[in-house]
């Protein structure tokens, strides 16, 4: 769900979300805020959420529900302009770059705005890391054979295509702000390396998890 998709959600709702002291609030129907996917969309949008509400991107609806620009990047289009962009300002020609960098370009970018300041902190993390990003999380699993290995790949996938922040890449060379840009479909893909090799997230690239094996 986008973050367009999840405040269309809390209006029909009637559920308003203000700050306070930093800290998302949010208030209305009870019964809708009991339904674990909302509460988990809003707890993955929590940081944008924040952000666009303290700069006033939002005007007052109804009994204060906030009403989110529609989203201009709709489906199938094959350029993406300035116009299109709710959140963000950018030129036509940062767009045209950023477009290159995405698998099937336009057509592939669901949204686009840029980062809340817990996402700066860390993307300012990633960029003076010397010795590897601290934000860089790394489980290990084992797999008795390469049929379950393939099948917890595609429960990875389909997670990945359920989740707008895992199809999210981060961009900033070249542009006066970062962004992200959510991509429609993101592929996880599988790579072997040998034992004790050094792994590297490119937040250019979606999906922000790697999957990396190697046999024992």
């Known amino acids: 769900m986008s973050i367009n998709e999840l405040l269309a959600t809390l209006k029909a709702h009637d559920i308003q979300l203000t700050v306070k002291d930093g800290q998302l609030v949010v208030q209305g129907n009870r019964r809708a805020l009991s339904d674990n996917g909302l509460l988990d969309h809003l707890r993955a949008h929590k940081p944008a959420l924040i952000e ?23 489906p199938g289009c094959e350029r993406i302009t300035p116009e299109m962009l709710t959140l963000a300002e950018l030129d036509q020609g ?12 336009a057509a592939n970018v669901q949204d686009l705005y840029p980062l809340a300041p817990l996402q700066q902190g860390i993307l300012y993390h990633h960029v003076t890391a010397t010795q590897g990003d601290p934000y860089v999380m790394q489980v290990q699993f084992a797999f008795s054979d390469q049929p379950r290995l393939e099948a917890f790949a595609q429960a990875l996938q389909t997670v990945i295509d359920r989740h707008d922040i895992l199809r999210t890449s981060v961009h900033w060379d070249g542009l006066e702000t970062p962004v992200q840009v959510v991509w429609r479909h993101a592929e996880l893909k599988v790579d072997k390396v040998p034992t004790g090799a050094g792994i590297m ?15 024992s």
């Open 52 to 74: 666009l509400i303290e700069q006033g991107d939002y005007r007052s609806g109804k009994r204060g529900a906030l009403v989110l620009p529609a989203n201009g990047i709709v």
């Open 201 to 215: 997230m490119d937040l250019g690239q979606a999906p922000l998890i790697r999957l990396v094996c190697h046999e």
């Open 94 to 105: 940062a767009i045209d770059r950023l477009l290159d960098l995405i698998p099937g370009g």
